[in-house]
């Protein structure tokens, strides 16, 4: 009978106390959706039958920001939904939790205003008790506003800022009394960690308990650690009174673990705190929360660099924005996930969660791989002189910081990027005004976070304009001064790079150094043998990662470094070689691995890799220059092995010693497909890669007969290779024309002013195209293009855009270099004949199609008597130009 009661007993008491756990679910699909500010949209009556319906992670810029009319909406939308909540939540405390949304965002829930939240980057909840119905549907209307706010950061900054509920929304229920949700959207807990070593640890942990409840309630507070094994370590217990509707703090006593196993970047161990509330009569489990914990210590030393649990390691990682290819930013859980495991596999240990917090599954990935994380709020650019502006940043402080607490991978949070990128001003008492402004930004955040978490550093990243930061004593707030760098990119001089690491290691002693960023713009689809800065191809993205790599190696004062970016990523103002995309990433908008991540990867990982190059250089072309009817190009196969072996159709090239993690082997590629093989030995390990590519080899002489003629795709005033991915076309550079052969007669190649002298091609914006590369470079002065093809009938497609514009180019907002002066020049006018016959006598471009706009004209031709092609270009007024041809034989 005894028995039977205690069962009876237990079973009230476990069912009971389940009834009472928390309970966190998304309520992520099938929400209405609209753009704009309908008539009275957080109430029932507006009918919102004519909404898209749309699923969150959502964001409303994913199209607009990646088309070619400039901008992208920002303004006021509308997310609506009905949504039945069961009758059994009834009594509990409810809860609506957003992991993010940009950038405004008021919550209605049945017809009444429930809460706002500024900043796009950052969590935040709101209270819905009172405002909920049990058993029925229950109208959420969201209002979110992308609108620029000039007292919202950031005010201007190179990403795109997309507006939306892109990341996942959350219900949660529990128990009126709780551990709290109401401070910051943090955990409510707060462990910190004072003393750490390899013998012992104390850990303190900071519980916030909220009794929503009429009466006044008395609980004990738990926190139980346990390994990663689930078993107790340590237990702590109080006893704690709540008074009705209040939100109190429960300070553990210093908890002591002996001989920790520590979190590091190799072993990220991670014990598990369990907080938990039970009522203090009856028992019961009222509420629990689960938080990471990593046992470790670290510093940051001026001179000799970072140690972590008092081994030195050098940070060698990568910033990283949030968004995917075609998706902006709203992204699924996975692609955070993935991205933040090719860091990993990459041999990366440091990730710059910049320009913004981020997805907190982003943070949990860092604890959970080892990697050491810095975050920061996006105050980039500039500031607005005004209060508001101040006070909304150190929210957004005080969010990040509390919010992400409790990650064993977070070192250092940073609060300022290149923030005198974009001053208002030049000079004069305005300039003075705004140089006071910003330092008491500063020095207010450096502040808050020290104070918020003075277990931490605290960093700033500046661009290369130290003068602007001394002025208003900024080199001076951070414990971290955090450097962009971009010589060899947007400045000429790679070498300088180095020489600004030695001036600030001198200039600003006892500060630590960590180049906050570097990295030059890689479009995965270009490929050139005489790479040069801004040329965008992936050799050059090679040559300046190897230079900055070295140096920063050489230098011990260099703490770390997150290279600029992990990913291509949105930027809807910049026109590069891909519009509207910053390809900075050595992972592509859909994360393709570019060259510059395998080199680094090789350079990182100590563990054996062998990785053929050019791996998505899939459709690659050129010219016959073997007597075999070849044509040789050097492959790179990046490896850590000392030697590797490449195989090509089966033939061995040899082998090769491996120099800073890759040989470069000449390779003979036939006509049609290519099968590259590497081999390589390390150690014990046998490492082996394939990689098939095809091949479109160019004759010659064209009326060979071995290789028949059937298109050519070339480039004028380039030396770069593209690759035509949605054709599978492959863009050869120009040659000169010789008699059997084909090639250009005459001209030069175009060449753009900048505020370092000239630079081939042109970086503008090609309208109505998506391959930008092969209308940038042009021949300019040309006279002829000549092709000795067989007798038949061809398609003769030739490619224009006008480079120089009539107006002065207004500069490349994100150009960081004084890049970007434009040539005036008048229009110009020619005409174009084809073997003798005038097709167009008075051709001008800019007239008939404006400055900066993709043009095709195809032409069909007859061939005969074996005369070849012969299309001469006949100069009016201006000089002639062409940008690209595209010979295809019909018959
Ligand atoms: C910077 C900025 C970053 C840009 C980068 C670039 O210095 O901090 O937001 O994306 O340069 O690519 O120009
Ligand atoms: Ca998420």
């Not at 607009?64 to 509990?92: C, I």
């Not at 060899?488 to 290691?505: K, M, S, T």
Request: charged share 25%.
């Amino acid at each position: 009978m005894k028995k039977f009661l205690y069962i009876f007993i237990m079973l009230f008491v476990v069912g009971w106390a389940q009834a009472q756990q928390r309970v966190v679910y998304t309520i992520n699909d099938g929400w209405k959706f609209t753009k704009g500010s309908p008539f009275e949209a957080q109430l029932n009556n507006c009918d919102d039958s004519s909404w898209e319906t749309v699923n969150i992670p959502h964001t409303w810029n994913d199209k607009d920001a990646d088309d070619e009319t400039p901008g992208f909406y920002r303004g006021p939308a509308w997310y609506r939904k009905q949504l039945f909540v069961d009758k059994s939540q009834e009594g509990r405390q409810a809860v609506i939790y957003f992991e993010g949304a940009n950038q405004e965002v008021q919550l209605y829930l049945n017809g009444q205003f429930v809460g706002e939240h500024k900043g796009g980057y950052t969590r935040f909840c709101f209270d819905i008790t009172s405002k909920l119905r049990y058993g029925q549907e229950n109208l959420f209307a969201i209002c979110v506003n992308n609108t620029y706010n000039p007292n919202i950061p950031p005010l201007s900054a190179d990403f795109t800022f997309f507006g939306g509920i892109y990341r996942d929304v959350y219900l949660q229920f529990m128990n009126p009394v709780h551990i709290a949700t109401n401070d910051y959207a943090s955990s409510g807990v707060y462990i910190r960690t004072p003393e750490v070593n390899s013998s012992s640890a104390s850990v303190e942990i900071t519980t916030l308990l909220t009794n929503n409840t009429l009466r006044s309630a008395e609980v004990i507070v738990e926190s139980l650690i346990c390994d990663a094994d689930g078993k107790e370590v340590k237990r702590t217990q109080a006893d704690i009174k709540l008074v009705s509707g209040e939100t109190k703090a429960d300070i553990s006593k210093k908890i002591k673990i002996d001989s920790p196993r520590l979190w590091d970047i190799d072993d990220p161990y991670r014990y598990m705190v369990y907080t938990r509330i039970f009522d203090k009569k009856k028992g019961a489990l009222l509420d629990e929360v689960v938080n990471p914990l990593g046992l470790r210590w670290f510093e940051f030393d001026s001179e000799k660099g970072f140690f972590l649990n008092g081994k030195w390691r050098k940070l060698i990682g990568t910033a990283r924005h949030q968004d995917y290819f075609q998706k902006g930013n709203a992204l699924r859980d996975e692609l955070h996930v993935q991205d933040v495991l090719m860091l990993k596999e990459m041999g990366g240990n440091f990730l710059r969660v910049s320009h913004y917090p981020q997805d907190p599954v982003i943070m949990e990935m860092c604890d959970k791989l080892g990697i050491v994380t810095s975050v920061e709020i996006p105050v980039v650019n500039a500031v607005t002189e005004t209060e508001e502006f101040l006070t909304n940043s150190v929210e957004m402080a005080k969010e990040m910081v509390r919010q992400d607490f409790n990650r064993p991978s977070v070192m250092i949070w940073g609060y300022m990027n290149e923030i005198f990128l974009r001053r208002p001003y030049t000079e004069g008492k305005q300039l003075e005004d705004y140089y006071h402004f910003t330092e008491k930004v500063a020095r207010t955040l450096e502040a808050t976070i020290r104070k918020e978490d003075p277990s931490r550093y605290t960093m700033m990243a500046y661009h290369n304009a130290p003068r602007f930061y001394e002025a208003a004593h900024l080199t001076e707030i951070p414990m971290i001064q955090g450097w962009n760098l971009y010589q060899g990119w947007y400045e000429p001089d790679i070498n300088e790079f180095q020489r600004l690491l030695d001036r600030a290691h001198k200039m600003y002693k006892g500060k630590v150094l960590i180049v906050t960023e570097y990295g030059p713009g890689v479009d995965p689809r270009v490929h050139s043998y005489q790479p040069e800065r801004f040329d965008f191809s992936q050799e050059y993205g090679l040559v300046y990662h190897k230079h900055y790599l070295d140096e920063m190696m050489k230098r011990p004062f260099v703490a770390g470094s997150s290279l600029w970016n992990l990913n291509d990523f949105y930027s809807e103002s910049r026109v590069d070689a891909v519009p509207h995309v910053n390809n900075k990433g050595i992972l592509g908008l859909d994360r393709e691995v570019k060259d510059t991540y395998l080199f680094y990867k090789t350079a990182l990982i100590r563990r054996p890799i062998l990785a053929i190059g050019n791996r998505e250089w899939k459709a690659r072309g050129g010219v016959v220059n073997t007597e075999q009817n070849e044509c040789v190009q050097s492959v790179p196969v990046f490896s850590n092995a000392e030697e590797v072996e490449l195989f090509v159709n089966n033939k061995s090239l040899g082998k090769k010693k491996t120099e800073s993690g890759y040989a470069l082997f000449d390779v003979p590629f036939v006509n049609g497909e290519n099968q590259l093989e590497a081999l390589a030995v390390a150690g014990d390990t046998k490492l082996h890669d394939m990689l098939r590519i095809h091949f479109q080899l160019v004759s010659s002489q064209l009326k060979d007969k071995t290789l028949p003629f059937t298109e050519i795709n070339v480039m004028l005033g380039s030396p770069r290779y593209f690759e035509d991915r949605v054709a599978n076309v492959a863009w050869i550079p120009e040659q000169e024309y010789k008699p059997g052969s084909w090639g250009f007669v005459g001209g030069t190649p175009y060449r753009r002013k900048t505020g370092f002298g000239t630079m081939l091609g042109s970086d503008i914006d090609i309208c109505g195209t998506d391959m930008n590369p092969v209308f940038q470079t042009q021949r300019v002065g040309i006279e002829s293009f000549k092709a000795d093809v067989p007798d038949g009938e061809y398609s003769v497609s030739l490619y224009w855009a006008e480079l120089d514009s009539d107006k002065k180019k207004e500069a490349l907002i994100y150009n960081l270099g004084a890049d970007s002066e434009q040539t005036l020049v008048g229009n110009r006018s020619f005409g174009i004949s084809i073997n003798g016959v005038t097709v167009v006598d008075d051709f001008n471009v800019a007239r008939d199609y404006g400055y900066a706009r993709a043009v095709i004209k195809k032409f069909v031709v007859t061939v005969k008597n074996g005369k070849g092609l012969s299309i001469d270009f006949h100069k009016k007024e201006g000089e002639t130009i062409l940008n690209a041809i595209r010979i295809y034989r019909n018959y």
